[in-house]
């Protein structure tokens, strides 16, 4: 005897029936999941696409984007400067154009101003070593308006700080002062020597160089900061360098620089002592003397009485 709630047995064919019910609602299941995960994978695809379009397209443009020009009032790669009435000044030039070729200064050649050249790293040692020994009689020789000066900053020891590029760091900031505070170079590129680092350390921090134009009393100081802060002058630094070892050197028969310092009066390279400050002097003497009879002054031709 049975109870009445029992439920009669499936049978075989109940059975079967209801596995391919079941396995027909997995079948649309996994249907459902395989286009929800095709959609999404798409987007993905999309998305990622998109993503690498817009990284290349900044990639090309960057690529393409024009090197910023130089530094004002070193169209020549160099600072030209000359004595003044509030002192050393400046000669003022444009800016270098992006892929501009540098003009080249024109030097006295009255034969009665020594017109001397420096091309300098500012973590060479011997540039350093010559610095000390002759800033303040050449600074002496351009106030009295015995000489003009004119200096090339680039950066050949770049990779010889520690990773920190000060070489490149350094001349780009003796750039931004040129550009902005002309009047103050001379003081900024003596300041730079005196707190010279030692060559293969990290250099001073470009807070320690902001700290120096202070010291320089550079005008014009926020830009100045934010052009050592920007490196702004990079990639004229470098091609400056590159244009010095590669190129001949203006006014002279120098076929390029191949070290630093590499000093020129009226043309003639200066291969003396560097701490010897009489023997400097007496070359720029001898130099502008030679010149002086190179290019003697007319005598005047005397006026008939009447």
Known sequence: MTSGGNQPRPTRNDRREAAREKAKALREGQKKRERRNKVFIQGGIIVAVVAIGALIF?????????????????????????????????????????????????????????????????????????????????????????????????AILTNKSAGTQYSLRAANAAACVANSSPESFFDFNELLFANQPEEGSTGLTNDEIKGLTKEADVSS?????????????????????NRAL??????????????????????NQYQGSLDDPAEFQLFVLQAAGQSFEENPTPTPTPTPAS
Not at 226 to 237: L, R, T
């Open 221 to 241: 100081r926020s830009t100045v900061e934010k052009c050592i802060d920007d490196v702004q002058f990079k990639a004229w630094v470098q091609d400056a360098t």
């Open 58 to 154: 900044t990639l090309i443009m960057q690529g393409q984007r024009p090197d910023g020009p130089g530094p004002r009032n070193m169209a020549s790669d160099g600072i030209v400067l000359v004595g003044g009435e509030s002192g050393i000044e400046a000669v003022e030039t444009p800016a270098l154009k992006p892929q501009a070729t540098p003009t080249p200064s024109v030097p006295d050649d009255s034969g009665t101003v020594a017109n001397i050249v420096m091309y300098i790293d500012y973590l060479c040692p011997f540039c350093g070593q010559f610095e000390e020994t002759n800033s303040e009689s050449i600074r002496t020789m351009v106030e009295s308006g015995a000489a003009t000066l004119e200096v090339h900053p680039i």
């Open 246 to 267: 590669t190129s001949p050197v203006p006014n002279s028969d120098l076929e390029s620089i191949t070290g630093t310092p590499t000093v020129l009066v009226n043309g």
